[in-house]
T-cell receptor, first 118, second 112 residues
Framework: AQSVTQLDSQVPVFEEAPVELRCNYS??????LFWYVQYPNQGLQLLLK??????LVESINGFEAEFNKSQTSFHLRKPSVHISDTAEYFC????????????????FGQGTILTVHP | DTAVSQTPKYLVTQMGNDKSIKCEQN?????MYWYKQDSKKFLKIMFS???????INETVPNRFSPKSPDKAHLNLHINSLELGDSAVYFC???????????FGPGTRLTVL
């Protein structure tokens, strides 16, 4: 079984400050990792993903996340946030092993609400 | 040119009623999913279909029945609605079970 823990339920921050949203996971098999964002009253959008290769992945709007296998973490960072980054962020994990009973199933964390203040 | 669409966006109904939520994707994907997001924003998978075949069926009451008439559609039918069914239901699709999932806008179901 897999689980995802997002350590902070709410993160308030001022505009242009750096931010880190923490995510830890547990799994008995290799995993793929994802961050999704949900803006107010909207659906989920894929922000970035780690499948293989470089452990540092970036999104088009300045977020980055680093896969740390030894610490089983996939924290999301942005060096300078904007008001428009206010949203709820979900970390998710999925088996990378084909054919298992949970194959294809995304397991989500509880979400972190990022609120950017002017 | 919506990728994954759901109808309706909002659904308000009485306890005991039967209702359906429809999902369509125009991405040419083979795999589709239903997720439930409860009042605490916790997202949990309910079902997944690959090429119209059920591949994931989590512990969901049998009042919930998914139907996939073709690869582009995965509808969710709910019988005898209960208060606890109130949630936001998200449809998603991916090229295959191992590929990135793309989500629809969600359907907010309120059971009174």
């Amino acid at each position: 079984a897999q689980s995802v823990t997002q350590l902070d339920s709410q993160v308030p921050v001022f505009e242009e400050a750096p931010v880190e949203l923490r995510c830890n996971y547990s799994s008995s098999v290799s995993v793929y990792l994802f961050w999704y964002v949900q803006y107010p009253n909207q659906g989920l959008q894929l922000l970035l993903k780690y499948l293989s290769g470089s452990t540092l992945v970036e999104s088009i709007n300045g977020f980055e996340a680093e896969f740390n296998k030894s610490q089983t973490s996939f924290h999301l960072r942005k060096p300078s946030v904007h008001i428009s980054d206010t949203a709820e962020y979900f970390c998710a994990v999925r088996d990378s092993v084909a054919g298992g009973t949970s194959y294809g199933k995304l397991t989500f964390g509880q979400g972190t609400i990022l609120t950017v203040h002017p | 040119d919506t990728a994954v669409s759901q109808t309706p966006k909002y659904l308000v109904t009485q306890m005991g009623n039967d209702k359906s939520i429809k999902c369509e994707q125009n991405l040419g994907h083979d795999t589709m999913y239903w997720y439930k997001q409860d009042s605490k924003k916790f997202l949990k998978i309910m079902f997944s279909y690959n090429n119209k075949e059920l591949i994931i069926n989590e512990t969901v009451p049998n009042r919930f029945s998914p139907k996939s008439p073709d690869k582009a559609h995965l509808n969710l039918h709910i019988n005898s609605l209960e208060l606890g069914d109130s949630a936001v239901y998200f449809c998603a699709s991916s090229l295959g079970p191992s590929d990135t999932q793309y989500f629809g806008p969600g359907t907010r179901l309120t059971v009174l």
